[in-house]
């Protein structure tokens, strides 16, 4: 894990939760610059370039860790861009520091156009965050308007990142699969229990969810002397 058990413990600004741009020398960034090589490794067919970042459960350190393999898509000169899908607790915007208005579900209900969706970062990662709050979220992923935004998103560049709800407290996440290429599951190894990931896991598979691998947050000091950040024990089985 090289150590980013310490770096998630700690509460971060947001500008010091993007490490591989405020501390790009540090192991932590080294630690996250090996994620996008295993998804691109992760199948057999063509590259996932609409990645999916989720969790069993909340307070799974996901939403940081979406941002910081934006962040290293960005330091590989790629265009990338993370939206904020997490429509009942969304954080983006904190990470990145904007107030969380003129977002996804303003777009979905037409109260502000494409022009004026997408802003712009400093670490030279666009951003759509999550936007004011709407009654029945799972609606607005559903919509024919979502699935042309992504299908847009995916014309425009090489990565887009979807930070996901949680799998076990809302069906949002399973929606927002089918537009995905494959998903990065997020677990934080001191509170993560074993049946909510294994249930967790479970869903995305009976979804036809493809899973590229799975993020370890707060490790314990024996998996991080072994160095594994990024686990391959679900892997994207292909359709024979």
Avoid at 12 to 35: C, G, M, N, W
Avoid at 40 to 60: A, C, F, M, N, W
Avoid at 162 to 181: N, R
Avoid at 190 to 219: F, Y
């Amino acid at each position: 894990m090289n150590r980013l058990n310490k770096l998630f413990k700690n509460k971060l600004t947001y500008k010091d939760s993007i490490i591989v741009a405020t501390q790009p020398d540090s192991v932590y960034a080294e630690s996250f610059r090996k994620i996008p090589i295993n998804i691109k490794y992760s199948r057999i067919d063509d590259e996932p370039r609409v990645i999916q970042i989720t969790s069993s459960l909340s307070g799974e350190h996901k939403s940081t860790s979406a941002a910081n393999i934006a962040a290293v898509y960005h330091e590989l000169e790629r265009k990338v861009i993370i939206v904020d899908c997490d429509l009942r607790k969304p954080s983006i915007h904190r990470i990145f520091g904007f107030v969380n208005t003129d977002g996804l579900t303003d777009y979905l209900i037409e109260n502000v156009d494409f022009n004026h969706l997408v802003k712009k970062t400093q670490f030279g990662i666009d951003v759509i965050n999550a936007g004011n709050p709407v009654p029945y979220p799972h609606v607005a992923l559903r919509s024919d308007k979502f699935k042309n935004l992504i299908a847009q998103l995916r014309e425009t560049y090489d990565y887009v990142i979807l930070d996901s709800p949680p799998l076990l407290l809302v069906t949002d996440s399973l929606i927002i699969g089918e537009v995905c290429d494959t998903a990065v599951f997020v677990i934080n190894q001191r509170t993560t229990k074993k049946n909510a990931a294994k249930e967790a896991i479970r869903l995305l598979r009976e979804s036809n969810i493809p899973i590229a691998g799975i993020l370890l947050s707060n490790t314990s000091r024996r998996i991080r002397r072994a160095g594994k950040y990024f686990a391959y024990k679900y892997k994207y089985n292909p359709k024979k």
